[in-house]
């Protein structure tokens, strides 16, 4: 019942906030943070897409991580802002890169409040650390692979979506989290919380814009292009900067044109990690 409300949500306030063009293209977006903060973000920018483009581009996402994932694996997105397209699972759905976020790279890191006495990772042996869900990539599959690599066994405590393991450890419900360094600078911004990094990992370009092989070659083009620029017009930058604000998101805003070569270590992680599927 929760997740036929959560569809219709997301379904109604799209239609709502929008007006409708031509065909309707699903656009997927990864559960980073709650679905309204996700709506309130990403309606504006599809609108403006749309409104460019002549094709509808309506939000979807599932209930949770876990569910986003599987649909994912399934195909059921035409376009997706993810980067669980890269897993062993989900690749043989075949989503292809077409942009990437105009902004810095993203790491891997596992925080801790700054008042906290924990001071490496040693000292995380057999207490309870948050993570989002098994299948986020920068805040679960890179951290956990690398504390097995020391052979650091933690208590995993999942916290639904990255802002929700935040919450978890703004309260003290475990003493450290497993994070996406953008969203969690971006989620201390908004709220006052502080924090300190115990591990950092390596750079990762952060989540791209995929697109299926079934959407036409020119929607996708045409999709591409208007993202692509949308930083460079007034109106464009004016809807990504009021997007921005409500997730307290810092500039650079928008997105360039980008292809699979571009996240090619996330593949090689894949390839590489001691981590089951």
Known sequence: MLRRHLALWLTLTALLSSPVYGETYSFGVLNQRSATLTAQY??????????????????????DVAE???MTGRGEFDFLYSNHTFTREN????????????EDAIQGQIVVPEESALQNLEA?????????????????????????????????????????????????????AAVNSRVMRDYAERTGFRYRALWTSVDFLNLPVSVLPRVPADVAKRVQ???DKMDDTPDGLAVLKASAQ???????????????REYANYLNFYANTILKE
């Open 246 to 260: 409500v997730i307290r998101q810092s500039p650079p805003y928008g997105f360039r044109a980008a292809s699979d």
């Open 42 to 63: 990403w309606n504006p920018i599809l609108d403006y897409v749309s409104s460019k483009t002549g094709v509808t581009l309506a939000l979807k996402m599932g209930k």
């Open 225 to 227: 292009q208007v993202l």
């Open 68 to 70: 986003t994932y599987a």
């Open 124 to 176: 995380l042996r057999e207490k309870e650390v948050g993570f989002p869900s098994k299948s986020a990539f920068v805040a679960y599959s890179v951290p956990m692979d690398h504390l097995l690599r020391l052979s650091i066994t933690v208590k995993p405590a999942f916290g639904g979506n990255q802002e929700g393991v935040m919450a978890q450890l703004k309260t003290g419900t475990v003493v450290a």
């Open 91 to 102: 690749a043989r759905a075949g989503y292809k890169v077409i942009l990437r976020p105009n």
